[in-house]
T-cell receptor
């Protein structure tokens, strides 16, 4: 597609339920990022993939959060046993570059519209 | 540790007036700085970036920002705003790794 696509756009989950959030990056983009944006806050880094390899997952807030990108394109962020504090917008971004000059990846990252997760 | 502080959570301004959105950063190493805009129900869009070189950076939609190392600031400016500039603006920094650190955002509200 022309841009980064995320689905669903909105998700309401009961506390304790598992959820899966999908990200379709721009075709051919090597780098993929997930961010969490709480209400009234800026996005916070969760994890980074280069193709299918998860090179950094230091931002995942707990072991209930899991991300994968098995074929180096579509990525899924899974949250197990959701809690109210997980309520946020989850943003996905992709970038073409995988240069050793890492800033280039971040300067050309394209963001999706996000998935708004509400845990009740 | 890196951090980004946006000094104003909301900035109301009349159409055609100038605006400045303030951003301060802290880092013990060289940083790369960015401004993003987020329109309602849309993703983040890169407005401009500072990597090196000239401290005055021009971006899209008539915005510009100036990198000031001594004051650790990267304020965003526009000489004349339009109603369509109403959005959330995020300042962000990166020290060359995978993580980009975002500020809490400034909501710009342009009034007719």
């Amino acid at each position: 597609g022309a841009g980064v696509s995320q689905s669903p756009r909105y998700k309401v989950a009961k506390r304790g339920q598992d959820v899966a959030l999908r990200c379709d990056p721009i075709s051919g983009h090597v780098s993929l990022f997930w961010y969490q944006q709480a209400l009234g806050q800026g996005p916070e880094f969760l994890t980074y993939f280069q193709n299918e390899a998860q090179l950094d997952k230091s931002g995942l807030p707990s072991d209930r959060f899991f991300a994968e990108r098995p074929e180096g394109s579509v990525s899924t962020l899974k949250i197990q046993r959701t809690q109210q504090e997980d309520s946020a917008v989850y943003l996905c971004a992709s970038s073409f570059r995988s240069s050793p000059r890492r800033t280039e990846m971040n300067t050309e990252a394209f963001f999706g519209q996000g998935t708004r997760l509400t845990v009740v | 540790a890196q951090s980004v502080t946006q000094l104003d959570s909301q900035v109301p301004v009349f159409e055609e007036a100038p605006v400045e959105l303030r951003c301060n950063y802290s880092s013990s190493v060289s940083v790369y700085l960015f401004w993003y805009v987020q329109y309602p129900n849309q993703g983040l869009q890169l407005l401009l970036k500072y990597l090196s070189g000239s401290t005055l950076v021009k971006g899209i939609n008539g915005f510009e920002a100036e990198f000031n190392k001594s004051q650790t600031s990267f304020h965003l400016r526009k000489p004349s705003v339009h109603i369509s500039d109403t959005a959330e603006y995020f300042c962000a920094s990166n020290t060359g790794g995978f993580k980009t650190i975002f500020g809490a955002g400034t909501r710009l509200f342009v009034k007719a």
